[in-house]
C-alpha cells in the first residue's frame, strides 16, 4: 500500500477492529419480550482463534481481506468434541477462490464452491465472512490508480534540479543534438550534485519563470486524498484530508468513537458471522467490543456538552468540573 490515504485508512480501521476483545454472550428473551443480552464463559477460540497468531492480528488481517478483497476465509484447523470448531487459520485472500455463476454483492447466490490453491475445499471446514461493501480493490481502482499517477508527478518534479529552465548556445561552433543532449545533461547533474555549475562563454542558463508548484500538483493531490477517504469508507479528517467544513475530532475519545462507527460494518459482519451456527448453538452469540463501551462513549458525549456550556456562558467552571466528576463517579459504580 504505496498511496498514503489508502495505508492510513486502513491502519486505523483495522488496529481499532483488531484491539476489540470477543464477547460471549447468551441471548434471554423476558416476559415482556424484551431481550437480554446474559455475559458467558468464554470458549477457547474466543481467546485465540489461531494458536500461532494473536486475537489482534487475526482480526485486524481478516478485516484486510474484507476491507480490500470483499470476503475473508477462515480454515477450521480442529474441532470440539460436539464438532463445533475450536481453532482456525485466516487464508491468504488471493489464493481463495469463490466459484459461483451468481453473485448478489460480494456474496455467491446459489451452488457455490470454494478452492484455495486449486482444491476444493468441503463448506463445513471454512468459515465465510462477506463484507456488506463493495471491495476496495474494486471501488476504488480509478481513485488510487489517480492518486499514483499523481504522486509519481511529483516524484519526478523532485527528482528534479532545484531551478527548471533550458541552455541556449550563444557562439561558436553549433552543437549537434547530441552534442546539447549531452551538455544539458552534464549540466543537469552539477545542479543535482551542488548548487554551482560551471558554463563557458558561448553557453546560457536561462531559468524558467513557471510556477514551480504547480508541478507538484497540490491542490490536485488534496482533493484526491478526500477521494480516496470516501472510497475509504473513513472519515476524511482522520486522515488529514481536507473536509471543506468545520468537522474535527476534538480529542482521542472522539477519534475512537467515529473510528468505531467507521469500521461498524465490518465489526457486524464478523460478530454475526461468528455467531451463526455451526460456530456457536441457538442463542448464543459473540460481540466485539468492550463492556463499558456505550457508557464511556456516553460519558465523551457529557464531557464535550458540558464543555459547549462553558463556552456559551451557560455554565461556570466549578459548575462544569462538578459536573464532570459526577458522571465519573457514576461509571465507577456501574463498573463495581
Known amino acids: 500500500m504505496s498511496i498514503p490515504t489508502v495505508a492510513r485508512s486502513r491502519d486505523l480501521l483495522a488496529t481499532i477492529v483488531g484491539s476489540l476483545p470477543i464477547r460471549h454472550l447468551a441471548t434471554v428473551t423476558q416476559p415482556t419480550g424484551d431481550v437480554e443480552e446474559v455475559p458467558l464463559p468464554l470458549e477457547g477460540w474466543m481467546i485465540q482463534p489461531d494458536p500461532a497468531r494473536t ?4 482480526l485486524a488481517w481478516t478485516f484486510d481481506s474484507l476491507y480490500f478483497y470483499g470476503y475473508a476465509a477462515w480454515y477450521v484447523t480442529s474441532r470440539y468434541s460436539d464438532g463445533r470448531p475450536a481453532t482456525f487459520t485466516l487464508l491468504p485472500p488471493e489464493n481463495v477462490y469463490v466459484n459461483a ?6 456474496a455467491p447466490f446459489g451452488a457455490y464452491t470454494i478452492e484455495v490453491a486449486g482444491n476444493v ?20 481502482y480509478r481513485a488510487m490508480l489517480l492518486s499514483e499517477r499523481l504522486d509519481l508527478s511529483a516524484l519526478r518534479f523532485a527528482a528534479n534540479p532545484v531551478a527548471m529552465g533550458y541552455l541556449r548556445q550563444v557562439g561558436g561552433e553549433p552543437l549537434s543534438s547530441d552534442e546539447l543532449s549531452e551538455l544539458a545533461q552534464a549540466w543537469a547533474s552539477a545542479r543535482a550534485e551542488g548548487a554551482i555549475g560551471a558554463l563557458n562563454e558561448f553557453t546560457e542558463w536561462h531559468e524558467s519563470g513557471l510556477d514551480l508548484t504547480k508541478f507538484q500538483s497540490l491542490e490536485s493531490r488534496q482533493h484526491q486524498a478526500l477521494e480516496l477517504a470516501r472510497v475509504c469508507g473513513i472519515s476524511p479528517y482522520l486522515v488529514g ?7 474535527t475530532y476534538q480529542n482521542a475519545q472522539q477519534a475512537q468513537e467515529q473510528l468505531l462507527i467507521d469500521a ?22 459473540v460481540r466485539l467490543g468492550r463492556h463499558d463501551d456505550g457508557r464511556v462513549e456516553t460519558a465523551a458525549r457529557v464531557s464535550q456538552q458540558v464543555y459547549l456550556a462553558v463556552d456559551s456562558g451557560v455554565l461556570t467552571r466549578d459548575e462544569a468540573r462538578r459536573m464532570i466528576r459526577e458522571a465519573g463517579a457514576d461509571l465507577e459504580e456501574d463498573n463495581a
Not at 455463476?101 to 460480494?106: A, L, V, Y
Not at 484530508?241 to 468537522?247: C, K, Q, R, S
Open 264 to 285: 461498524r460494518p465490518y465489526i457486524e459482519c464478523i460478530e454475526q458471522t461468528l455467531s451463526a451456527s455451526p460456530i456457536l448453538p441457538r442463542g448464543r452469540i
Open 241 to 247: 484530508a481536507p473536509t471543506g467544513t468545520g468537522m
Open 121 to 140: 475445499i468441503p463448506d463445513r471446514d471454512l468459515v465465510m465472512f462477506w463484507s456488506p461493501t463493495e471491495p476496495l480493490l474494486r471501488t476504488g
Open 101 to 106: 455463476t451468481t453473485f448478489i454483492g460480494n
Open 55 to 58: 486475537r489482534s492480528w487475526m
